[in-house]
């Protein structure tokens, strides 16, 4: 009996064990950016804003992994293409700024910007080291071109944010 016992025992103990183990691995397997909600803003210029041709674009940021890029792209009304900026905001494994806060001196050099009165959106993806490749690729490839991208691409993770601006 009592080695019968022991095994019994044994076996909720190791099926214990197995449980807290596939719960491990179970939330390694979490996205650690879901845990930790990513939240970028944009406090200046509000949407609706005129603005010279330079101008600076500034905002705060929370919870932006250091694998990260934050980029701000521009769609021309008139075209309805993405040009994304040539540097990104934030760089990849640079180190943040430690009271959570971008700024970007915005010069548009796209034909589709020049003029009074033409609108315009700017808006805010995050890109990762693959990503960023990408992207500098294609700002390569449009350098001095009005196609802009149709899209962004799928795995870039554009932030939902629309600044509508005109420019003065």
Same mark, same amino acid.
């Given at each position: 009996?009592?080695?019968?016992?022991?095994?019994?025992?044994?076996? /909720?103990?190791?099926?214990?064990?197995?449980?807290?183990?596939?719960?491990?691995?179970?939330?390694?397997? &979490?996205?650690?950016?879901? &845990?930790?909600? /990513?939240?970028?803003? /944009?406090?200046?210029?509000?949407?609706?804003?005129?603005?010279?041709?330079?101008?600076?674009?500034?905002?705060?940021?929370?919870?932006? *992994?250091?694998?990260?890029?934050?980029? &701000?792209?521009? /769609? *021309?009304?008139?075209?309805?293409?993405?040009? *994304?900026?040539?540097v990104p905001v934030i760089k990849l494994n640079n180190a943040h700024s430690a009271d959570g806060s971008w700024e970007y001196y915005y010069i548009p050099s796209i034909n589709e910007f020049k003029g009074?009165?033409?609108?315009?959106?700017?808006?805010?993806?995050?890109?990762?080291?693959?990503?960023?490749?990408?992207?500098?690729?294609?700002?390569?490839?449009?350098?001095?071109?009005?196609?802009?991208?149709?899209? &962004? *691409?799928?795995?870039?993770?554009?932030?939902?944010?629309?600044?509508?601006?005109?420019?003065?």
């Open positions: 009996m009592f080695i019968k016992d022991t095994w019994k025992d044994q076996g /909720v103990y190791l099926g214990i064990i197995w449980i807290i183990v596939l719960c491990s691995i179970g939330f390694g397997f &979490l996205n650690i950016e879901e &845990l930790n909600k /990513v939240e970028v803003s /944009v406090i200046n210029p509000d949407t609706g804003s005129s603005v010279n041709s330079q101008f600076v674009i500034y905002g705060s940021f929370e919870n932006i *992994p250091e694998n990260k890029d934050i980029w &701000l792209y521009t /769609v *021309p009304s008139m075209t309805k293409k993405y040009y *994304p900026e040539i009074v009165g033409k609108s315009f959106q700017i808006g805010i993806f995050i890109s990762n080291k693959t990503d960023r490749i990408y992207i500098e690729h294609e700002i390569t490839r449009l350098n001095g071109s009005t196609n802009g991208m149709g899209q &962004l *691409p799928g795995r870039i993770q554009d932030m939902g944010i629309k600044i509508n601006i005109t420019k003065m």
